[in-house]
């Protein structure tokens, strides 16, 4: 199985599986990167997943369907240019020969899903399409949901093995390290990774795939209960309450507006 990026609109990332005839796609918010990509290596599009209803997620998939045919498969519970199988917690999704589970994410949209792939069989390593929900260094912005709720996804998606090639649907990874680096100034592994990602970013190459390993020892939002991120949410705002959950909201918030 081969794994890739399609870059589209200015930061997105369609990202691509395939096995040299068939391939499925995520999150095509525009069709033309796609078809082209399809066109110039000749495969087939055999399935699209939708991890929620944002444009920039599902703007393609209308023309991507009357174009091949394929299959739509999305989130129970969000609305969705249909018609397409919906699925949510304990439904697993095949394939190209591969069984992908299914996670409610809830957070940055009510109904957001994300595809978990276990690889077991496959020499592959785990892998994880996880939409707007955990970002490289970060966490999708809470439109539609609670902190507690955005909070309780990430720690499903942490809990995957550290090896699960994680890909996110946004290149936001350099800004949001900017934010870590100022929020957990003293961690090491931050740091190097920092330089890396800049390294890559010079060189127009994707960030991504990160893994669940690296995240949990990089990202802030996975990383709350670490006394160095509460001791910044504290010195952020005073009333930042104990704990997790308040370390997360505090953070979060400060995101929204940390230039
Ligand atoms: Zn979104
Ligand atoms: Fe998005």
């Known amino acids: 199985m081969t794994l890739l990026p399609l870059p589209a609109f200015s930061d997105n990332y369609i990202w691509v599986l395939h096995d040299g005839q068939r391939a499925l796609v995520v999150d095509p918010g525009e069709s033309d990167a796609v078809l082209d990509w399809l066109g110039t290596n000749g495969l087939t599009l055999d399935t699209i997943l939708l991890t929620h209803h944002h444009g920039d997620h599902t703007g393609g998939v209308r023309a991507l369907r009357e174009a091949t045919g394929a299959r739509v498969v999305g989130p129970r519970a969000e609305p969705m240019p249909e018609p397409l199988v919906r699925v949510g917690t304990g439904d697993t999704v095949e394939a190209l020969g591969l069984n992908l589970e299914v996670f409610d994410v809830p957070g940055h949209t009510a109904?957001?899903?994300?595809?978990?792939?276990?690889?077991?069989?496959?020499?592959?390593?785990?892998?994880?399409?996880?939409?707007?929900?955990?970002?490289?260094?970060?966490?999708?912005?809470?439109?539609?949901?609670?902190p507690a709720q955005?909070?309780?996804?990430?720690?499903?998606?942490?809990?995957?093995?550290?090896?699960?090639?994680?890909?996110?649907?946004?290149?936001?990874?350099?800004?949001?390290?900017?934010?870590?680096?100022?929020?957990?100034?003293?961690?090491?592994?931050l740091q190097t990774y920092a330089a890396h990602c800049q390294s890559l970013r010079e060189r127009n190459l994707p960030t991504l795939p990160s893994s669940i390993g690296l995240e949990k020892r990089i990202n802030p939002f996975l990383r709350a209960e670490q006394p160095a991120l509460e001791r910044s949410a504290r010195a952020h705002d005073p009333d930042t309450p104990p704990g997790p959950l308040g370390v997360f909201t505090t953070l979060r918030a400060w995101k929204n507006v940390f230039q």
């Open 150 to 189: 955005m909070l309780t996804s990430l720690g499903r998606l942490a809990s995957l093995p550290d090896a699960t090639r994680v890909c996110c649907a946004h290149e936001y990874t350099l800004s949001n390290l900017r934010f870590a680096l100022a929020v957990d100034p003293d961690n090491d592994a």
């Open 111 to 146: 109904g957001h899903i994300a595809f978990f792939c276990d690889g077991a069989g496959t020499g592959d390593a785990p892998l994880l399409f996880c939409g707007d929900t955990l970002f490289s260094g970060g966490c999708g912005r809470l439109f539609e949901g609670s």
